[in-house]
Every structure is written in structure tokens, then in C-alpha cells.
């Protein structure tokens, strides 16, 4: 019996479990009634191991009534459902639904998704920790419902689909509902509905699915040993070509080049073909392919005048005083021990780069505007300015911090 065309049955939790939408025209009718409900959680299954866009492999559904698969490896034409993810009067619930909606949003054409609620932030903005805190665990916390592991690294392209892949599957998009209904409470208790409005806003900003190519260079892993102004500039010259290449041949970055391999391009730029043969972890049979795209993105690096080279990597000493060191520090203890007074995840809300932006008196770091500043930013600036002074003690489950006017 193929699990995949199980009947419809009811659940423990209250939902029907559906039948999975295999066609088209079941696909059509599912999102007439989502756009009828005006809201719906939503979570995808896929394979991203040998693809720039993942594959999609599933797509779970939940509303206040019923749970449901649709299949995109048999469905042809998902359009409707991606209209939907776009539509800004049909809410979509999700959990840490970056990927997902990137998904979405490569699939359905660049449509921006829009009313998106991500139960991840949500549980940051209300402090529950740690953060960003699994799906699995905000269940138990919030529903004392404890969800299998069982099925998390299976083979989602895979058909037929075993019933523990589909409950586990339906699982992911369950108790969305529920766990989103508990976070709004205490959102609105917190009066933070507006807060998790601006963050979530982010989610439709293209920027969040392409990011910009010239900053890649920035995610990269390894040593920066030897990163002077020059060869960092060659590295984001090359760190930008390998990821547009990588788009366009829907790879991923790391199977185009690894980042050691980019690195040695960088520190010892080839001079001619043959010297991509001794560059180690380069793709052997692919030489003559990246050599064009290689020279492109070394001559533009070579060619970025003195006064416009960007901030070395090279790891370098600390030319800031002991004093500059010992603010920044405090400054960013002090941003952390406010979060926690105030039931905020630190992780989400500040960095140690975000607290060090305020020691320079500008106004464009994430703690300078919006819901963030508002938290806690304009009480730093003003700590940082020396308009105020701060008195911090840790009592037993709380930390405490009172101002003082200068």
C-alpha cells in the first residue's frame, strides 16, 4: 500500500490528517481555501546537498481544522500556492522560515513573501531560551507535547513516502497554530506585537534570499592568516564571481570552489592556466572552464585604487587601547544584561559588532533605529555618549541595572 494515498483521518491534536495533494487541480482547491481561511503554517522538506536553490521535496500544510502534504515532485505547476506565500492578507505562520521562503520565493518567480509570523523570533522576543530555539523544543515548552526525532535526516525525494516520514513530516506544521497562538499572547502581554512586526517585516526584503554578492567573501571559513588590504580585495572579487557562478549553474558555492581554494587564488594569484593545477582542493577538469571568470575577478580586484581597498582579514593586533577594548566590552555587557532584565534573547537582539558601532557616535548600526533601539539602543547610546552611568547586579534568577543621570 503506498502511504502517500492514505485516507483522510482524524488526530490526537484535533486536526484532520488529509489525503496528500498529488495534482494540480487538488493543489488549486487547497489554496481556496487557505485564501478563504486568511491564514495558514507552512513548512517545506528539501534537498539542498548538490543544488544553489534547494530541492523542494514537500510542502506542509496546517489551518485550524486539518493537516496536509502537497507533493511538488508530482504536482507540476505550484503557482497558487506560491501566490499565496506573496499575499500580504493571508498570514503564514512559520518556524526559523528563512529557507523556506527562500524556497518559496525562488520557485514562485521573485514574488516577495509578505504577512509572514515566525514562531523562532517570536519565542526570542519573549525571551524563551536558547536562542534560535528548535521547533521541537518550543513544543514541549509551550504544549508539554513531545514531538519524534526520528525522521530528521531522511531522504525526502524518495517515494514512497513511509508513514513515519508523513507523521513526522505533518509534525513540523501541527502545533504551529497553537504555539503561534500562546507567542502572540505573550507578545501583546510584553506589548511587543510591533517589535516582531519590524523583524519579521525583513521577510520581504529580497535581500534576505540574494544576498549581496560583493559581502560573501565575509561568510567564508578558514584562517584570514596573510589577509592583507590587497588580497582581501582579491578575495571578494573572487568570492563575488563563485557566487554568481554558482547561481547560474544552480550549484553550490563550495562545489564551484572550495573556500581554501579561493583563499590560495588569492594569496598566490595564477598567473596563467597551468598554475590552477597546483592550487590545492581546485576541481581537477575544471581548469579551463573558471580560468576566464578567475582572470575577470583578479583584474578587478588589482584594479581597486589604494584609498578604496576594504578593511584587511589578516589577523592582525588590536590597535585599539586597553581603554577602547575595556569599553566595548562593558558596552556589550551591558546590552546583554538588559535583554535578559527584560526577557529579550540577547542572541537575537545585539552583537559585539552592533555594541561597538555605538562607541563611534553614528547613527547606522541595527541599534541605532527601530524596534531595536527602542529595547534598549537609545539607553546604550546615551551609556556610551557618558550621558549616563550604569549600576549592574546579578541577583538569583535576574539581573538588575539602574541608570544614573550625569
Same mark, same amino acid.
Given at each position: 500500500m503506498n502511504p502517500g494515498g492514505r485516507k483522510a483521518s482524524a488526530h490526537r491534536s484535533g486536526l484532520v490528517e488529509r489525503e496528500m495533494?498529488?495534482?494540480?487541480?487538488?493543489?488549486?482547491?487547497?489554496?481556496?481555501?487557505?485564501?478563504?481561511a486568511g491564514r495558514f503554517a507552512m513548512d517545506t522538506e528539501f534537498f539542498g546537498e548538490h543544488t544553489y536553490v534547494p530541492r523542494l521535496c514537500l510542502v506542509q500544510i496546517a489551518t485550524a481544522e486539518f493537516v496536509v502534504i502537497v507533493d511538488p515532485l508530482v504536482c507540476r505547476d505550484l503557482s497558487p500556492l506560491w501566490e499565496l506565500v506573496a499575499d500580504p492578507a493571508v498570514e503564514k505562520v512559520v518556524h526559523a522560515g528563512r529557507e523556506?521562503?527562500?524556497?518559496?520565493?525562488?520557485?514562485?518567480g521573485k514574488r516577495l513573501p509578505a504577512s509572514i509570523f515566525d514562531t523562532q523570533i517570536a519565542a526570542g522576543l519573549v525571551g524563551l531560551q536558547p536562542y534560535p530555539?528548535?521547533?521541537g523544543r518550543l513544543v514541549q515548552?509551550?504544549?508539554?507535547?513531545?514531538?519524534?526525532?526520528?525522521?530528521?535526516?531522511?531522504?525526502?525525494?524518495?517515494?514512497p513516502l513511509s508513514n513515519d516520514q508523513l507523521?513526522?513530516?505533518?509534525? +513540523?506544521?501541527? #502545533? /504551529?497554530?497553537?504555539?503561534?497562538? &500562546?507567542?502572540?499572547?505573550?507578545?501583546?502581554?510584553?506589548?511587543?506585537?510591533?517589535?516582531?512586526a519590524e523583524e519579521m517585516g525583513r521577510y520581504s526584503e529580497a535581500t534576505l534570499y540574494e544576498?549581496?554578492? +560583493?559581502?560573501? #567573501? /565575509?561568510?567564508?571559513?578558514?584562517? &584570514?592568516?596573510?589577509?592583507?588590504a590587497r588580497p582581501t580585495a582579491l578575495l571578494r572579487a573572487l568570492a563575488a564571481w563563485r557566487e554568481r557562478?554558482?547561481?547560474?549553474?544552480?550549484?553550490?558555492?563550495?562545489v564551484i570552489l572550495s573556500d581554501e581554494a579561493l583563499a590560495q587564488l588569492a594569496l598566490h594569484p595564477p598567473r596563467r592556466l597551468d598554475d590552477l593545477y597546483h592550487i590545492r582542493g581546485f576541481p581537477s577538469g575544471d581548469e579551463t572552464a573558471y580560468w576566464p571568470g578567475i582572470t575577470r575577478a583578479l583584474a578587478a580586484g588589482r584594479a581597486i585604487p589604494e584609498a578604496e581597498l576594504p578593511e584587511a582579514l589578516g589577523e592582525t593586533n588590536d590597535e585599539r587601547s586597553p581603554e577602547e577594548r575595556a569599553r566595548g566590552d562593558v558596552l556589550y555587557a551591558l546590552g546583554v544584561a538588559l535583554c535578559l532584565q527584560r526577557?529579550?534573547?540577547?542572541?537575537l537582539v545585539l552583537s559585539r559588532a552592533d555594541s561597538a558601532a555605538l562607541l563611534t557616535g553614528g547613527d547606522t548600526g541595527p541599534l541605532s533605529r527601530g524596534w531595536r533601539k527602542e529595547a534598549l539602543g537609545h539607553e546604550m547610546q546615551r551609556f556610551a555618549a557618558g550621558d549616563v552611568t550604569a549600576a549592574l547586579r546579578s541577583l538569583p534568577h535576574r539581573m538588575e541595572i539602574q541608570f544614573r543621570e550625569e
Open positions: 495533494v498529488r495534482t494540480d487541480a487538488a493543489l488549486v482547491a487547497l489554496c481556496e481555501e487557505l485564501r478563504a523556506d521562503l527562500r524556497l518559496a520565493y525562488y520557485n514562485g530555539l528548535g521547533y515548552t509551550l504544549l508539554r507535547v513531545k514531538l519524534s526525532k526520528s525522521e530528521t535526516r531522511s531522504d525526502w525525494d524518495r517515494r507523521r513526522y513530516a505533518e509534525d +513540523d506544521v501541527r #502545533y /504551529l497554530f497553537p504555539v503561534a497562538e &500562546r507567542l502572540h499572547a505573550m507578545l501583546d502581554a510584553a506589548k511587543r506585537g510591533d517589535w516582531a544576498p549581496d554578492p +560583493d559581502a560573501a #567573501y /565575509l561568510r567564508m571559513r578558514g584562517s &584570514r592568516r596573510g589577509f592583507a557562478e554558482a547561481a547560474e549553474r544552480n550549484m553550490p558555492v563550495r526577557d529579550l534573547s540577547p542572541e
